[in-house]
């Protein structure tokens, strides 16, 4: 068990909607980053939240948004979602060394 | 764009078999990880190398990092079916030390 939680654990849904995925960090880890797995594009970077800030940017649609709160949670927006949205989403969080990552249990998304 | 090129992509050995994974890019890495993945969980990291030549045992694991840190290795001696998993190297890059750049990773199954 790393420390970090995401839900839900799995998320089914139609295209055209919005969803919102939650994690939440190790306790005292500051960096929160998030990643898409899916089986043909490996593990992505999407973007990075350093105490509240937006950090660095990956590979994120315009339709995807996030934020990390004053309490250090992140939420991951997906919004107009699209069959190939579909895929593991994972969070992973980092102290203040920031170079070694924990990774959630992720949330596995389906869009029908 | 940065690249890690792991190899092999997929890896089928009997129990208490040697087997060397690798991990390559045309970039010099500021820190390397590897991690194992399991079906439907989160990427756990095994261990983070930063010097180059640098050599990490974990039990039957064995990591190291090139000289020239732009490439790593894992060994894994006399391999058990509980190897069985996604194999992952990340490297973050000198210039953007926070970001990770993930391997498209090994699978690994060790028949018994």
């Known amino acids: 068990d790393s420390g970090v939680t995401q839900t839900p654990k799995h998320l089914i849904t139609a295209t055209g909607q919005r969803v919102t995925l939650r994690c939440s960090p190790r306790?005292?880890?500051?960096?929160v980053y998030w990643y898409q797995q899916s089986l043909d594009q490996g593990l992505q970077f999407l973007i990075q939240?350093?105490?509240?800030?937006?950090?660095a940017k990956g590979n994120i649609l315009e339709r995807f948004s996030a934020q990390q709160f004053p309490d250090l949670h992140s939420e991951l927006n997906l919004s107009s979602l699209e069959l190939g949205d579909s895929a593991l989403y994972f969070c992973?969080?980092?102290?203040?060394?920031?170079?070694?990552?924990?990774f959630g249990p992720g949330t596995r998304l389906t869009v029908l | 764009t940065q690249l890690l090129e792991q190899s092999p992509q997929f890896l089928s050995i009997q129990e208490g078999e040697n087997l060397t994974v690798y991990c390559n890019s045309s970039?010099?890495?500021?820190?390397l990880q590897w991690y194992r993945q399991e079906p439907g969980e989160g990427p756990v990291l095994l261990v983070t190398v930063v010097t180059g030549g640098e050599v990490k045992k974990l039990k039957r694991l064995t990591f190291q990092f090139g000289d020239a840190r732009k490439d790593s290795s894992l060994h894994i001696t006399a391999a058990q079916p509980g190897d069985t998993g996604l194999y992952l190297c990340?490297?973050?890059?000198?210039?953007?030390?926070?970001?990770?750049?993930f391997g498209s990773g090994t699978q690994l199954t060790v028949l018994p």
């Open positions: 306790s005292g880890d500051l960096s």
């Open positions: 990340a490297g973050a890059f000198s210039g953007s030390a926070r970001q990770l750049t």
């Open positions: 970039s010099v890495f500021s820190s």
């Open positions: 992973a969080t980092a102290g203040l060394a920031d170079n070694e990552q924990f």
């Open positions: 939240y350093y105490n509240g800030e937006e950090r």
